[in-house]
């Protein structure tokens, strides 16, 4: 097979005994790779990752396997706002510095396209400070989310007064200065609640933001209902899902986003990924990175654990990570299946399919095509 590449898409797939017709006698051939005997499939698409923040929370590791709830720290000051302390206090030099790096490690394991939340500066200046940072990042395609109401920083007594907050003055200016076209919402028991989320979500959509939410991560709460009924991309986490729910997600376009490494890390139980995709929904993995409740960007342990624990196959996990994914950012009519059309963003390798996703920790040798360019990793 061949494929002709031009301006970072693809133009023609088809039996390399038919490329030369495929080319004018004028058209001029940049750059010829021979991947002979290598196995090629798309490049992986990381949809839900908290890669930008300042500071550790190893401390709280260990608190948590001495049995301290992921609640009770963060009553007690801990969690987000921990974090939300040391990013604020952050330059924009330091964050590019420091996250750079973890975008380098996310490009070597084969990821194109990476989302980046923000959500650990929670208020105006610092979430635009955290925002500008994105676009500064070299490697992969970054797509950036804002996630304002990740917690309710302490200068509010509310989260109702916080919202509010972010309604009026936040949202409105991050749509202004064109820095993220999507928003994310943190919806749980005890953290931003059913009237609460609605205010916020209707705002957004008001505003023209695509939206996202993490639903339904420790409890059977109203994140997922309103993910669905606001017709967001996707929702994410989604561990707590009763078959009313799962039959609502089969009938809809919003992708369900499964964090397995993280349910790890939490000791939570793991989403019914198989119920979701025998009744048809759209599913996705990503590795949910964070300094809290999951610091690891191990791609690899992602599906290792999606086929150990929810019983998804090779296959699926590749769906998951690629088209699936790419569905779960809204850009699906531009990357995640080799199609011409879309970008020729993709991966080779001389190993076999079934060493992917099989060991942690490890992503078989490798190159990456991104838009066309082979990468220089």
Same mark, same amino acid.
């Given at each position: ?52 923040? @300042?500071?550790? +929370?190893?401390? #709280? /590791? &260990?608190?948590?396997? %001495?049995?301290?709830? !992921? ?77 304002? @109401?990740?917690? +309710?920083?302490? #200068? /509010? &007594?509310?989260?109702? %007064?916080?919202?509010? !907050? ?80 799962? +039959? ?130």
């Amino acid at each position: 097979m061949a494929m002709l590449v031009q301006q970072g898409k693809i133009i023609w797939i088809g039996p390399q005994g038919k490329l030369r017709g495929q080319l004018g006698k004028k058209t001029t051939v940049k750059a010829e790779h021979d991947l002979k005997n290598q196995l090629v499939f798309p490049s992986f698409i990381e949809c839900h990752t908290h890669t930008i923040f @300042a500071g550790s +929370r190893a401390a #709280e /590791f &260990e608190m948590r396997n %001495q049995g301290v709830s !992921y609640l009770e720290i963060a009553q007690k000051g801990g969690g987000i706002l921990s974090t939300m302390k040391a990013t604020r206090k952050s330059t924009a030099s330091d964050l590019l510095k420091s996250t750079q790096k973890r975008v380098d490690t996310f490009l070597k394991q084969g990821v194109s396209t990476l989302e980046i939340k923000s959500g650990y500066a929670l208020d105006l200046k610092n979430e635009i400070k955290v925002l500008e940072v994105l676009p500064k990042l070299k490697g992969p395609r970054i797509v950036g989310t804002f996630l304002g @109401a990740h917690a +309710r920083p302490p #200068e /509010f &007594e509310t989260n109702l %007064q916080y919202i509010e !907050y972010v309604c009026e003055k936040v949202l409105p200016k991050i749509r202004k200065k064109n820095l993220a076209q999507r928003v994310d919402i943190f919806i749980e028991n005890k953290f931003f609640e059913k009237e609460e989320s609605q205010i916020y979500l209707k705002k957004a959509q008001d505003l023209g933001f695509q939206i996202t939410v993490h639903a339904n991560q420790l409890s059977l709460s109203a994140g997922a209902d309103l993910a669905l009924d606001f017709q967001a991309l996707s929702a994410d986490h989604v561990i707590h899902l009763d078959d009313r729910l799962i +039959r609502k997600f089969a009938a809809s376009k919003t992708t369900a986003v499964l964090l397995p490494m993280a349910d790890l890390y939490m000791k939570c139980p793991y989403p019914p990924a198989r119920k979701l995709i025998e009744a048809g929904a759209q599913v996705a993995l990503a590795t949910d990175y964070n300094p809290g409740s999951c610091p690891s960007q191990d791609l690899a342990l992602v599906g290792l654990l999606a086929r150990l624990e929810m019983k998804m196959s090779l296959p699926e996990v590749f769906q998951a990570y690629t088209h699936g994914a790419a569905c779960a950012l809204g850009i699906e009519h531009e990357e995640g299946r080799l199609e011409v059309g879309k970008y020729a963003n993709f991966i080779c390798t001389e190993a076999d399919l079934s060493d992917f996703f099989y060991s942690a920790g490890m992503t078989p040798d490798h190159q990456m095509f991104i838009r066309g360019k082979c990468l220089k990793i």
